[in-house]
């Protein structure tokens, strides 16, 4: 399996725009993570997926983001409008799912550069 | 609120040496796992203790678990310079009888194994 696949690898774009991040999750695995990584805050969990369906997105930060996975291989995040603070590594993982949270395997990550 | 964090924040050492790194977490936990990042990559599972062990060895990597501290430590034997990198620990938080599915990762020791 190719592993978790991100797109974009990098991104900069100017303040007021809007951004969209995707991700294809590995085949078989039923949750699906985002997380955005910074120096100063770490790793943020922003939402996750269970089977397609969103489970906690206690995380976003605000309404600007919204986080969709239409099917079992795919998923976006979508910053509107992006603000210079949203600059950072966006990552998404996924794992098999079941009673406990198991193994993540994440992506290369979306680095966000927001001017 | 952070569930994990890790000391040190940073670990410099000369190859051959061992490296510890230690985690603490607040809540009651299902499992606790150990993530590896190198610079500009997304994160590589390392290792996964469950809440009723007390010790787990992978090759040279060996982890501990003391849930009435709720503490955790990581111990890299005979370091190489390949070992650099920062590690994660990250916690699958349980409350009352159910897991939240979710995993919450602390802010990481970057380790530095000088040649």
């Known amino acids: 399996d190719a592993g978790v696949i991100q797109s974009p690898r990098h991104e900069v774009t100017e303040m007021g725009q809007e951004v969209t991040l995707r991700c294809k999750p590995i085949s078989g695995h039923n949750s699906l993570f985002w997380y955005r990584q910074t120096m100063m805050r770490g790793l943020e969990l922003l939402i996750y997926?269970?089977?397609?369906?969103?489970?906690?997105d206690s995380g976003m930060p605000e309404d600007r983001f919204s986080a969709k996975m239409p099917n079992a291989s795919f998923s976006t995040l979508k910053i509107q409008p992006s603000e210079p603070r949203d600059s950072a590594v966006y990552f998404c993982a996924s794992s098999l799912g079941g009673l406990n949270t198991g193994e993540l395997f994440f992506g290369e990550g979306s680095r966000l550069t927001v001017l | 609120s952070q569930q994990g964090e890790e000391d040190p924040q940073a670990l410099s050492i000369q190859e051959g040496e061992n490296a510890t790194m230690n985690c603490s977490y607040k809540?009651?936990?299902?499992?606790l796992q150990w993530y590896r990042q190198n610079s500009g990559r997304g994160l590589v599972h390392l290792i996964l203790i469950r809440s009723n062990e007390r010790e787990k060895h992978s090759g040279r990597l060996r982890v501990t678990l003391d849930t009435s501290k709720k503490s955790s430590s990581l111990l890299i034997t005979a370091s190489r310079a390949a070992d650099t990198a920062s590690y994660f620990c990250a916690t699958d938080a349980r409350y009352g009888s159910g897991n939240t599915g979710k995993l919450i990762f602390g802010q990481g020791t970057t380790l530095q194994v000088k040649p």
């Open positions: 809540t009651s936990i299902n499992n």
């Open positions: 997926f269970n089977n397609n369906v969103p489970i906690d």
